[in-house]
């Protein structure tokens, strides 16, 4: 069982998409443990975004992600950061595939509505960062055995 970071980004919000964004990952059937509406403050931001320090696009997504609220989330299944990234789409939402949320939602390089985690090692370090464990409930739900077969591979 796999665990990864999702963010609505500030446009998301604004633009009125988070429900709909969220329902693509439940209809998916993907587990939602952990859920935080908050300001990024810029301390966060440049933890979270420390990998990309040093990218010419830095400050302008540090002011992008500190400009409105946020969605935090924490999604719960397995391969679910393969998963995530594949509903997100491609990062600029104008080249990604129509289908994907960022291809269908975003026409943009810097607004494309969503962060998730890529890795592992990256989604452990991000969810620590908004998460405290006692703030993710993983229960058991009936649906649970009609999503996956126990034949999966
Ligand atoms: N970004 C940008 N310009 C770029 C590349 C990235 O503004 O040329 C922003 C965009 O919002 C992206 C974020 O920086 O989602 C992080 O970039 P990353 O390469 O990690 O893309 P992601 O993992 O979000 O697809
Ligand atoms: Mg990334």
Redesign the pocket.
């Known amino acids: 069982m796999e665990r990864t970071l999702l963010l609505i980004k500030p446009d998301g919000l604004q633009r009125g998409l988070a429900g709909r964004i969220l329902t693509r990952f439940e209809e998916k059937g993907l587990k939602l443990i952990g859920l935080k509406l908050m300001m990024l403050s810029p301390e966060l931001a440049a933890k979270h975004?420390a990998p990309?320090v040093e990218?010419p696009?830095y400050p302008?997504?540090v002011k992008?992600m500190t400009s409105a609220p946020i969605l935090a989330a924490v999604l719960e299944a397995p391969r679910v950061i393969d998963t995530m990234r594949t509903l997100?789409g491609?990062?600029f939402g104008w080249k990604a595939e129509p289908g994907t949320i960022r291809g269908d939602f975003s026409n943009s390089?810097?607004?494309?509505l969503v962060?998730?985690s890529?890795s592992p090692e990256n989604a452990e370090r991000e969810i620590a960062l908004f998460f405290n464990a006692d703030e993710l409930h993983s229960a058991d739900r009936s649906i649970d055995t009609w999503l996956v077969s126990e034949d999966d591979q």
Do not use: E, K, S, V
């Open positions: 975004y990309h990218r696009f302008g997504l992008y997100m491609a990062t390089t810097a607004y494309n962060h998730g890529d």
